[in-house]
T-cell receptor, first 111, second 111 residues
Framework: ETGVTQSPTHLIKTRGQQVTLRCSSQ?????VSWYQQALGQGPQFIFQ???????GRGNFPPRFSGLQFPNYSSELNVNALELDDSALYLC??????????FGNGTRLTVT | GIQVEQSPPDLILQEGANSTLRCNFS?????LQWFHQNPWGQLINLFY???GTKQNGRLSATTVATERYSLLYISSSQTTDSGVYFC?????????????FGKGTTLSVSS
């Protein structure tokens, strides 16, 4: 059974740029969630995708957007990067309303 | 929305010691998860425990849903137990399976 994989592992971007993070779901899972974890904090929910539709969104601005593909993999896109976007971005997959399984995360640094 | 509080924020132990981590939540929940975040950032599922007690090796967890708290017990701690422990509960104002995380307990086990 393949777990949740995220790419890239690390990324450095400049303020104002755009970034795309990628996530492959664990085999058999149809739901993908994205979380942002700032240093020293717990993860915060960005949004969730189920059957290729956004199915819940946290308190994040529209410049955070996502996609889920027919194979249940997902992308997180962030436009107009700000310094405060520097964080660990975690992807989790699951069956709907079941325990989440997280990937190793992508550490984004915005300079 | 629901609030999650964890205590203590930091815990320092000698190898072999036992510890109890607490998670309080402000509203009724239908599930609760405990996670261990290792030094590389990966969130590892420990327990999915909406109520009752579960054990897995040296770790056990108890959730008393009627009193809105959960406890994570670590016995005979090892250096590999070091890291941050999070509890998370479903959001009460989000669709899907958005989780609300506490701020975590940082555990340091020395040999």
């Amino acid at each position: 059974e393949t777990g949740v994989t995220q790419s890239p592992t690390h990324l450095i971007k400049t303020r104002g740029q755009q970034v795309t993070l990628r996530c492959s779901s664990q085999s058999g899972h149809n739901t993908v969630s994205w979380y942002q974890q700032a240093l020293g904090q717990g993860p915060q929910f960005i949004f969730q995708y189920y059957r290729e539709e956004e199915n819940g969104r946290g308190n994040f601005p529209p410049r955070f957007s996502g996609l889920q593909f027919p194979n249940y993999s997902s992308e997180l896109n962030v436009n107009a990067l700000e310094l405060d976007d520097s964080a660990l971005y975690l992807c989790a997959s699951s069956l709907y309303n079941s325990p989440l399984h997280f990937g190793n995360g992508t550490r984004l640094t915005v300079t | 929305g629901i609030q999650v509080e964890q205590s203590p924020p930091d815990l320092i132990l000698q190898e072999g010691a036992n510890s109890t981590l607490r998670c309080n939540f402000s509203d009724s929940v239908n599930n609760l998860q405990w996670f261990h975040q290792n030094p590389w950032g990966q969130l590892i599922n420990l327990f999915y425990i909406p109520s009752g007690t579960k054990q897995n090796g040296r770790l056990s967890a108890t959730t008393v849903a009627t009193e809105r708290y959960s406890l994570l017990y670590i016995s005979s701690s090892q250096t590999t137990d070091s890291g941050v422990y999070f509890c998370a509960v479903p959001s009460t104002n989000q669709a899907g399976t958005a989780l609300i995380f506490g701020k975590g307990t940082t555990l340091s086990v020395s040999s």
